[in-house]
């Protein structure tokens, strides 16, 4: 069996089951993608997802299903998925192996 494209902390698992408890409505899961943004290239994108595409790749962990975006899957290999809560600022982190830099902001990156 091949190895899941990105893990998921049990931090990050919670945080995606009280989003979808708060949604308000049905989802498959949350869907992962990547998109041009910002001086380094690339920002990651989280949305709610109502159905799986033929061409998702899908991680199902600590009682989550994330949906990688087929675009972003190469961007996305051995990404490590995170939720931090911080004093100034919280929210999903993404330690992903394969970014060769990032931006002085934090908000992309390149690989």
Same mark, same amino acid.
């Given at each position: 069996?091949?190895?899941?494209?990105?893990?998921?902390?049990?931090?990050?698992?919670?945080?995606?089951?009280?989003?979808?408890?708060? %949604?308000?409505?049905? !989802?498959? $899961?949350?869907?992962?993608?990547?998109? !041009?943004? $910002?001086? &380094? *290239?690339? &920002?990651?994108?989280?949305?709610?997802?109502? #159905?799986?595409? =033929?061409?998702? #790749?899908? /991680?199902?962990?600590? *009682?989550?299903?994330?949906?990688?975006?087929?675009?972003?899957?190469?961007?996305?290999? $051995?990404? #490590?998925?995170?939720?931090?809560?911080?004093?100034? =600022? &919280?929210? +999903?982190?993404?330690?992903?192996?394969?970014?060769? $830099? %990032?931006?002085?902001?934090? #908000? !992309? +990156?390149? /690989?």
């Amino acid at each position: 069996m091949a190895p899941a494209p990105m893990t998921i902390t049990d931090a990050a698992a919670e945080r995606v089951k009280s989003m979808l408890a708060k %949604r308000g409505k049905p !989802s498959v $899961g949350i869907r992962i993608g990547v998109r !041009s943004k $910002g001086c &380094s *290239g690339m &920002s990651y994108t989280l949305e709610y997802a109502d #159905e799986k595409t =033929q061409f998702d #790749e899908i /991680v199902e962990d600590k *009682g989550v299903t994330v949906l990688i975006d087929p675009k972003a899957t190469m961007f996305i290999l $051995g990404t #490590e998925m995170d939720y931090v809560e911080e004093k100034m =600022q &919280s929210g +999903f982190v993404f330690r992903n192996p394969n970014e060769k $830099g %990032r931006c002085g902001c934090g #908000e !992309s +990156f390149h /690989v």
